[in-house]
């Protein structure tokens, strides 16, 4: 259905698909929509707005709004505030794209390395950009070279290691329980069609939930850490 879009875009930049009638993998696909969906849901809240008479999604929106900010401020501390916009965009967009596969023919395309890869990827440009932004360079690269300058040269290829496997580390905990998630509920949806499978959509919406509330969690506390303030 987007191979007619895709083939468009690619042809504006001068690129020739391998394949005109699938320009674009499916774990792209799905990001579109899940894109698509989040504009529409957002334009829609815009819309409804209202101080006297709030609807059921601008009451959702709000709650979800309330509880990213709320595990921000415990975990960021008093100065969490610029931050929960990107929190709340992440958390919405991961869990979309987890969700997204319990439709029939859809998948998840978080359950593709890649994506995920992505995801991390973004988040750690964007807690050391804030750190940086926050501190300074010099005065954030010191937290690297440890409190004691005579350990600098070990600390410092430690910390990088470490830093760059937060990277890894997301990656991998996202794409491993999605592409499970998925591996089950296809097993037990060709072994028996009715019934039982429903219990597995429930534990992946469950997975779902859980993978984009501990990534986004993740991303407050390597943020909490850039952006803290030394007393």
């Known amino acids: 259905m987007l191979a007619g879009p895709a083939n468009a875009v690619l042809s504006a930049v001068h690129a020739q698909p391998a394949n005109p009638e699938a320009p674009i993998t499916n ?4 990001q579109v929509l899940v894109l698509l969906i989040m504009f529409l849901l957002f ?10 008479r709030p609807g059921g999604l601008q009451h959702m929106f709000e709650g979800l709004h309330g509880f990213i900010d709320g595990q921000s401020k415990e975990i960021i501390g008093h100065h969490h505030e610029p931050y929960t916009a990107f929190l709340v965009a992440l958390f919405s967009y991961v869990l979309l794209c987890n969700l997204i ?16 890869l992505g995801l991390a990827i973004c988040a750690f440009f964007y807690y050391n950009g804030k750190g940086i932004q926050k501190q300074g360079p010099l005065t954030y690269a010191k937290h690297f070279a440890g409190p ?8 410092i290829p430690i910390e990088t290691v470490s830093h760059l496997a937060r990277v890894m580390s997301l990656t991998i ?6 592409f499970a998630g998925d591996m089950v509920t ?14 597995f959509l429930g534990l992946h919406i469950g997975v779902s939930l859980l993978q984009a509330y501990i990534f ?7 943020l909490a850490g850039a952006v803290a303030e030394e007393h």
Do not use: C
Not at 27 to 30: E, G, H
Not at 148 to 154: C, H, R, Y
Not at 186 to 199: A, M, R
């Open 216 to 222: 986004a969690l993740l991303t407050m506390v390597y």
């Open 173 to 178: 905990r996202l794409f491993a329980n999605m």
């Open 186 to 199: 296809l097993v037990f949806f060709s072994l028996v069609p009715l019934g039982v499978p429903v219990l």
């Open 101 to 116: 596969g319990v439709i029939p023919g859809f998948e998840s395309p978080t359950a593709t390395p890649a994506v995920p």
């Open 148 to 155: 004691m300058p005579a350990l600098a040269p070990l600390m």
């Open 27 to 30: 774990a792209v696909a799905m």
């Open 43 to 52: 334009v829609l809240v815009r819309m409804r707005l209202s101080v006297d």
